[in-house]
């Protein structure tokens, strides 16, 4: 056995050298002074929230229960008194996000005495470790407080362990790793899954291993020692505060279901084995997202080279990315968060690229002159950091910071103004999105809401009927009032009254509501017009209110009947802005035949801005409609068919802005989504046949057969809404009726467009299959295909812009001829 041998003899590089020994600290301020100038100053909603307040009260947090995570995550916040407890906790992200980045230097500079010719002893790691610190994945899950970067940070500590244990032969880094590896087995259990990876590459470095009992015992009892946190479970789940769960992990069923998540596991085995070449096709787009195609050509390069020189190293990164990919890819929820380990593998791997590449340019070189090979190394240098550092200009760009969202603060501060001192003794149901930011503020800093303001109901299921389950069963507590617009409440009988970012729920008729603006105008005689409030969200330079081109202008309106419109009678109201005409679809609606006489219904509605409106005074008028008997504008008792209710400033957009080539006015898109993502492209196929684009000579196909559909979706701005868009793909007959379809996030759920925060940048784009297979039963016809996004609580479609003006919520790409 090779030990305690120095590293010149094992790297043939020399000892001493300052800046070689230094780099790994500076890459790690580096990575850890980006993140936390980057880093979310707040609340968030959702889980990072939970990862913030679980540590500060020593809770337990969701299946599998994160024991390793809230303890480090503990004692950062005693150690590191900097700002609020959740402020503090995000910087927790920020610094295991740099170990990240430095596990990956490390791990290249280890493996660099695999090349004879290395340009600077820290160019290539300092390279990998670049190209995964500006990484999009990476970056936005180190500036914000998750398990899932700990995960990460985790599993590039293995890497680098066996990558030192393989360089120097020394046993300690083995024991270190098994250590580590039991650390990791108390945090989760994706930190586990390189383990049979491991397992090989150590048994075809050290065949003999298992006969060295000595040695095998030491390992056991490293790993034993790593495992204490789980004693956290059994020791503190009784001791919990009130109202948390799990109590009962003090035996072995309750830790067996919780350290197992137990309940959950209905995320795996998503995709059968026909998906497959579409969830390659995911990751794929996936990949091209964090590395420019420079470095995945390089991450090629490191791998044939790794392949030639290091069989068993090619064994254990091939083995490592080979069961990561399949798993997480294969697996619906938290994509993205698992895709943190290969993606930190694959960029050391494009950092042995570089040192591959420098060997089959050196014979090119060398017979330079002096001057011109140092020309040719300064010029090599500036183009191999120019990748990442080009990539973390454009990320900065499209305002991949969280350094000024504040959407949760504001949420939060939004509950307390409404609710605290008013002794109304209101339920507030929320979802489990938007509970978390307050638990922060209510246990970790200590500012309780008192249940006679207030009694705060967790719906935990985003299923519509237990929606409705908690409201019957809350109805006598007193006025009720959920976050989001729930359709199944609707389907009830009840309504859904605006209040601020609240919607009060109330059994009909409703009568106590009154306009801010009142009205007293008819439209064609039937509907009464009331009057509307108008929520300006922008601020300009000068203090006043507007509404920045790329935002939703939202306008309440107040409306009633006298006698009860007929049950296929669909009156709509419709508003212009200066150029800009909305004309808004029942989807998601408390459409006029359910209205009851003189009962006053109030509806919120959105009007889409243009990115291009140029900024200026627009007048906000406001017309109504008869869908269902064809007559687009009706007379109003004010005179004409529009009625002016305000002068509206449009202010610039904010930037990022992202519009296609071309502008926003077409530039090749199909579709324009509420200004949020663009259709860019579609391809069908079914069979040999191929379709593009829309489409209009039918496509044929047959009953049983298989339409592939894939969508190609670029992000305009950050998407709004706390929740993911859903995509739906529906084939449809004649009659608008549903044949089959697929709705789901995008990417099959790999890359939802916002979780917690916005997750898709500005400028991204992303392709985005599917597979529907038409029914058997199918009767021979004419069909078509549409596509669209809506919102996951509200149900509500997103409205295709089209030249600043609402064209539906739908994009109908062709016709299908069944034969």
């Given amino acids: 056995m090779i030990t305690n041998q120095p590293a010149d003899r094992l790297t043939n590089q020399p000892t001493g050298h300052f800046l070689s020994r230094l780099m790994p600290y500076i890459v790690f301020l580096l990575a850890f002074a980006l ?15 939970e990862y913030q307040f679980v540590p500060a009260i020593l809770a337990i947090a969701h299946p599998p229960g994160y024991a390793f995570y809230t303890l480090l995550a503990k004692l950062w916040q005693t150690l590191v008194p900097v700002g609020s407890i959740a402020y503090r906790t995000n910087l927790l992200a920020a610094a295991a996000g740099a170990w990240v980045v430095t596990a990956a230097y490390l791990t290249v500079h280890d493996l660099q005495y695999l090349f004879s010719k290395k340009p600077v002893p820290f160019l290539p790691p300092l390279f990998a470790a670049l190209c995964l610190a500006v990484a999009p994945d990476l970056w936005q899950h180190a500036i914000h407080s998750n398990a899932h970067i700990v995960s990460a940070a985790l599993t590039a500590t293995h890497l680098w362990l066996l990558a030192r244990w393989w360089r120097t032969r020394n046993d300690r880094w083995l024991m270190a790793l098994a250590f580590v590896f039991g650390l990791s087995a108390t945090h989760h259990p994706i930190t586990l899954m390189g383990a049979p990876a491991y397992a090989v590459f150590v048994l075809l470095a050290r065949p003999n291993v298992l006969r060295r009992w ?35 992990m003090n035996t072995w069923e309750g830790f067996v279901r919780h350290t ?43 791998l044939i080279a790794l392949i030639r020189r290091a069989p068993k190293l090619a064994a254990l990164l091939g083995l490592f990315l080979a069961l990561h990919l399949f798993f997480t890819m294969n697996f619906y929820q938290d994509t993205m968060a698992y895709l943190l380990n290969p993606f930190a593998a694959l960029a050391v791997v494009a950092g042995l690229g570089v040192l591959a590449l420098s060997e089959i340019l050196n014979p090119l070189v060398r017979p330079s002159s002096f001057v011109l090979r140092r020309w040719l190394f300064a010029t090599g240098c500036f183009l191999v950091l120019a990748l990442p550092i080009s990539q973390a200009i454009l990320n900065l760009q499209r305002s991949i910071s969280l350094r000024d969202f504040t959407a949760a603060e504001d949420y939060v501060s939004a509950v307390y103004e409404r609710f605290a001192g008013r002794g109304e003794g209101a339920v507030l149901l929320t979802d489990w999105e938007r509970l978390t930011p307050l638990f922060v ?89 009331l009057g509307y409030d108008l929520y300006l969200p922008s601020e300009g330079e000068d203090g006043g209110k507007g509404v920045r081109a790329g935002e939703p202008l939202e306008l309440v309106l107040y409306q009633s009947v006298t006698e009860q419109m007929g049950e296929n009678e669909y009156w709509m109201p419709y508003a212009q802005l200066g150029p800009v005409e909305a004309r808004w679809t029942t989807d998601s609606r408390l459409n006029t035949p359910w209205w009851q006489p003189d009962e006053i219904i109030v509806e919120k509605y959105e009007i889409p801005v243009p990115f291009d409106l140029p900024p200026g005074e627009y007048p906000l008028r406001l017309g109504y409609s008869d869908l269902s008997g064809g007559r687009p504008e009706l007379t109003l008792s004010a ?49 040999w046949q191929v379709r593009w684009g829309k489409w209009e000579e039918p496509l044929a196909a047959r009953p049983g057969q298989v339409l592939h559909l894939t969508l190609t979706w670029r992000a305009l701005a950050s998407p709004r809404d706390v929740h993911s868009q859903n995509v739906f793909v529906h084939l449809i007959d004649g009659a608008n009726r549903l044949v089959v379809g697929r709705d789901a996030p995008p990417l099959g759920g790999a890359f939802p467009t916002t979780l917690w925060f916005p997750k898709w940048l ?58």
């Fill in 214 to 248: 000595r040695l095998l015992l030491v390992l056991i009892g490293c790993l034993l020692l790593g495992l204490l946190p789980l004693l956290y479970y059994p020791l503190r789940s009784p001791n919990l505060p009130p109202g948390f769960q799990p109590t009962d």
């Fill in 441 to 529: 503020r209510i246990y970790a800093e200590g500012k309780p809401l008192d249940e006679t303001d207030v009694k705060l109901v967790f719906v935990n299921s985003a299923d519509g009927p237990t929606w409705v389950r908690n409201v019957w069963e809350d109805i006598e507590e007193g006025p009720i009032y959920v976050v989001g617009y729930r359709p199944a409440l609707r389907d009830e009988g009840f309504r859904l009254v605006p209040d601020g970012p609240f919607y009060r729920i109330v059994a009909p008729p409703v009568t106590d509501v009154a306009p801010t603006h009142p009205l007293d105008m008819w439209a064609d005689g039937r509907v009464h017009i």
């Fill in 35 to 49: 993140y936390a100038a980057t880093a979310a100053p707040g609340v968030l909603f959702g889980d990072p929230s």
């Fill in 639 to 687: 005179g004409g068919t529009t009625v002016e209710l305000a002068t509206i400033t449009v202010l610039p957009p904010s930037p990022p802005v992202s519009p296609p080539l071309g502008g926003m006015q077409g530039g090749g898109m199909l579709a324009n989504l509420d200004n949020q993502i663009a259709l860019m492209g579609a391809r069908a196929r079914a069979g």
């Fill in 762 to 819: 500005p400028g991204q784009t992303v392709d985005d299959p599917y597979r529907l297979t038409i029914p058997e039963t199918t009767p021979p016809g004419d069909y078509r295909v549409e596509v669209g996004m809506y919102e996951m609580t509200s149900l509500r479609r997103l409205p295709v812009v089209d030249l600043g003006n609402l064209a539906g919520d739908r994009v109908i790409l062709g016709p299908v001829r069944v034969e």
């Fill in 260 to 302: 197992t998540a137990k309940g959950l596991r209905v995320n795996f085995s998503q995709f059968g084995l026909a998906d497959q070449p579409d969830r390659a096709l995911v990751f794929w787009t996936l990949l091209r997202l964090q590395f420019s195609l420079p470095i995945i050509a390089l991450i090629v390069l490191g």
